[in-house]
C-alpha cells in the first residue's frame, strides 16, 4: 500500500517537473519580445523608416537604406530560389521513384542543414573572388541558396497530401501529364506552396551570417545590386557591436521590425497551411 | 492522419497523340533541370571549399586540426581551440536544451489539457523563427548582464571546487554562447520529438495503464522507449543546428582562441573565426585558412546529420514493430 502511494506520489512529482519546465521554455520568448518591445518601441518613427544613417556618434537617422536592402536582395533571391525548389519540389512528388528525385531529395536534407555562414564562404568565393568587390548579388546567391532545399522540400510534401484519385481522374479524362500535373495537382496545392514560400522568405530576411561578407552591409541609400548593399540583420550586429548608445537604440529599433515582418510572415503561413490540412489531413 | 499512397509512375508511352510525348517531355525535362540543380550546387560547393582551402591544407595538412595557434601575422593557423569551441558549446547548449525539450515534448503529448496543447507548442516554435542576431542582441544586452551579476557569482559560490566554475568572471564565455544556444535549439527538439511521441500508438498507453502503471511510469516504460530513435534524431537534428549556429555565438562567446577548462572564460568557435575575419583577411594563406575551417565545419555537420539517418534507421529496425495484435 506504502508503494503505490509512493508510485503516484513520483507520478505527481515528475509531472510538476515537467510543468516547470514548460515555464523555463516559454520564459526566453515572453522575455526577448518584452526586451524589444521596451527597447525598441519608442524609436520607431517616421524617420526611422525614411532616413540613411547619421555620421557616426550623432543621434536620429534611421535604417532605410538597410529596408530597402533587406527587400531588394530577398526579392532578387527569391526570383532565383523560388523557380528552381519548387521545380525541384514537384519533380521529386511527380517522379518519385526516378534516380534523380532520390539524389535530390537526400542532398537538399544536406544543404538544409549546412550552416548558412559556409553558404557565405561558398558564396564569396564564386561571386566576391571573382568580381574582386562584394555585392548585393553575392548576398541575394547566398540567400538563393538557403531557400532552395526548404521550398523544395516543402512543395513536395504539400503535393504528397494531394489524393491520388485527383491524379486518376485528370488522366482519365485524357489529360497529358503536364496539365495534370500543373492544372489539377499543382494548382490544388498552391496554397501550399505560397506557405513553404513565405515561411523560406521569412528564415532568410533574418540570416546575417551569409551577408558579411557577400554584400557587406552599407551606410548608404543605394539601390545597385552590384554594389555593396546594407541589410537589416547586418544593421543590428554592427550596431549592437558599435560603442554608441544610439546605435543601440536603433539595434533594438531594428529587431523589432525585422522580428515582426519574421513573424507576420510566418504566422501567414501558419493560417495558410492549416486551411490546407483542414482540406486533406 | 491517414496513410497517403505515393502516386504511381504513369508511363509516357501508349498516349496515342503524338504532341502530348513532346510536351510531357518538354515538361519534364523543364522540371529535371531544376531538380538537377541542387546536387550540382552542392557539388559545386564542396568543390570550392576545397579549392579554397587547397593551399592551408597542402601547407598544415592534418596539423590544422591538432595545433592551437592562430596568428594570421605571422600566418600560422591551427584550428583546434576553434573545433573544441564548436563542440563543447553545442554538447553544452544539448545538456541544458534536451531535458528542457523533452519534458515539454512528454507534457505537452502525454499530460496537459487539450486546450493548453496547440498554443504552448505554438509559442516555443516561435522561438525557431526568431533570427540569430536578434538572440546576439538580447544576448549581449539582457542576458549577459544578468548571468554576469546572478548566475555566475552563484555558480563560482555553489560549485566552486569544480575546474569548470573557477576563473575570473567576464561575462562573454563558452556558459553564455551555450545557454543562448540551448534556446535556440529547444524548439527544433521540442517539435519533432513532439511529432515523435504523438505518432506513438495508443494501444502501447492502453497496454502500460492497464498493468497497473501511473501515468509517469507509462510514459518512462512504455512510451518513451517506443519513440527512442526518433527522440535520439530530434537531439541530433538540434546538434546539427547548434553547430552551425553563427551570429549570436560570435556575439556572446568571447572571441578567444583558447582552451579553457573553465566555463566562464571566453572561447571561439569554427563558425565565429569565419564571421569575424572573413570579411578583414589580408593574405591568400589566412583565407585559404579560413576557407579550411568553413570545411571542416561543413563535413563535421554534414558527417552529424548523416550519423542521424543510420542511428534512426538502426534503431527504428532494431526497435519495437508496434500493433501486434493479441
Request: aromatic share 10%; with cysteine; hydrophobic share 55%.
Amino acid at each position: 500500500m506504502n508503494r503505490r502511494v509512493l508510485r503516484r506520489w513520483i507520478s505527481n512529482f515528475m509531472v510538476g517537473t515537467m510543468i516547470f519546465a514548460v515555464l523555463i521554455a516559454v520564459l526566453p520568448l515572453v522575455l526577448i519580445l518584452a526586451t524589444l518591445l521596451v527597447k525598441g518601441v519608442s524609436s520607431l518613427n517616421l524617420a526611422f523608416f525614411l532616413k540613411t544613417p547619421a555620421p557616426a556618434g550623432e543621434s536620429g537617422g534611421g535604417v532605410a537604406h538597410a529596408i530597402i536592402g533587406t527587400l531588394m536582395m530577398v526579392g532578387a533571391a527569391c526570383l532565383i530560389g523560388l523557380p528552381i525548389g519548387i521545380g525541384a519540389g514537384i519533380f521529386s512528388a511527380e517522379y518519385p521513384s526516378s534516380r534523380l528525385a532520390t539524389i535530390t531529395r537526400f542532398i537538399s536534407d544536406v544543404m538544409n542543414g549546412t550552416p548558412s555562414i559556409v553558404v557565405g564562404v561558398f558564396a564569396w568565393t564564386l561571386i566576391v573572388a571573382r568580381q574582386k568587390h562584394f555585392s548585393g548579388y553575392a548576398g541575394s546567391a547566398a540567400l538563393a541558396m538557403l531557400m532552395i532545399p526548404m521550398v523544395m522540400r516543402t512543395t513536395e510534401e504539400m503535393i504528397k497530401l494531394v489524393p491520388h484519385s485527383l491524379r486518376e481522374a485528370a488522366l482519365a479524362l485524357g489529360y497529358p501529364r503536364w496539365r495534370t500535373s500543373l492544372a489539377v495537382v499543382v494548382r490544388t496545392t498552391l496554397p501550399g506552396i505560397v506557405t513553404g514560400s513565405l515561411l523560406a522568405v521569412a528564415r532568410v530576411s533574418g540570416e546575417t551570417a551569409p551577408l558579411l561578407f557577400t554584400a557587406l552591409g552599407s551606410q548608404f541609400m543605394g539601390t545597385n545590386l552590384n554594389q555593396p548593399m546594407g541589410a537589416l540583420p547586418l544593421t543590428v550586429y554592427t550596431y549592437a557591436n558599435g560603442p554608441y548608445e544610439d546605435w543601440h537604440r536603433l539595434a533594438w529599433a531594428t529587431a523589432l521590425v525585422l522580428i515582426l515582418v519574421v513573424f507576420v510572415l510566418s504566422l501567414s503561413a501558419r493560417i495558410a497551411t492549416r486551411r490546407i490540412f483542414g482540406r486533406y489531413g | 492522419m491517414t496513410a497517403i499512397t505515393q502516386p504511381a509512375e504513369v508511363s509516357d508511352q501508349g498516349h496515342g497523340l503524338e504532341g502530348r510525348n513532346v510536351s510531357d517531355a518538354a515538361f519534364r525535362g523543364v522540371l529535371t533541370v531544376c531538380a538537377a540543380a541542387i546536387p550540382i550546387l552542392m557539388g559545386f560547393l564542396v568543390w570550392e571549399l576545397y579549392a579554397g582551402s587547397r593551399l592551408a591544407i597542402s601547407r598544415f595538412g592534418v596539423r590544422f586540426v591538432t595545433t592551437s595557434i592562430w596568428d594570421p601575422v605571422a600566418e600560422k593557423f591551427g584550428a583546434l581551440p576553434l573545433i573544441f569551441g564548436t563542440l563543447l558549446s553545442s554538447l553544452l547548449a544539448l545538456l541544458i536544451a534536451v531535458p528542457l525539450s523533452l519534458g515539454v515534448a512528454i507534457y505537452l503529448t502525454e499530460f496537459a489539457p487539450e486546450r493548453i496543447r496547440k498554443p504552448i507548442s505554438f509559442l516555443i516554435e516561435l522561438l525557431a523563427a526568431i533570427p540569430s542576431v536578434v538572440y546576439g542582441l538580447w544576448g549581449v544586452f539582457f542576458l549577459l548582464p544578468f548571468l554576469r551579476t546572478s548566475v555566475f557569482p552563484f555558480l563560482k559560490a555553489t560549485f566552486g571546487f569544480l575546474p569548470f566554475f573557477q576563473g575570473p568572471i567576464y561575462g562573454q564565455s563558452m556558459l553564455a554562447a551555450s545557454i543562448i544556444l540551448a534556446i535556440m535549439v529547444m524548439p527544433y527538439i521540442m517539435s519533432v520529438s513532439r511529432e515523435v511521441l504523438v505518432s506513438v500508438p495508443n494501444s502501447q498507453r492502453e497496454a502500460a495503464l492497464a498493468m497497473g502503471a501511473t501515468r509517469w511510469e507509462a510514459v518512462i516504460s512504455a512510451i518513451v522507449p517506443y519513440a527512442k530513435s526518433g527522440i535520439i534524431g530530434a537531439i541530433i537534428l538540434g546538434l546539427g543546428r547548434a553547430l552551425g549556429e553563427t551570429m549570436a555565438v560570435t556575439m556572446l562567446i568571447g572571441n578567444r582562441n583558447e582552451i579553457a577548462a573553465s566555463l566562464f572564460a571566453p572561447g571561439y568557435t569554427m563558425a565565429a573565426v569565419i564571421a569575424n575575419e572573413f570579411s578583414e583577411a589580408a593574405s591568400d594563406i589566412h583565407f585559404s585558412a579560413l576557407s579550411y575551417v568553413a570545411l571542416v565545419l561543413f563535413l563535421v555537420t554534414v558527417l552529424v546529420n548523416a550519423g542521424a539517418r543510420i542511428l534512426i534507421w538502426r534503431t527504428s529496425r532494431g526497435g519495437p514493430q508496434g500493433g501486434r495484435g493479441i
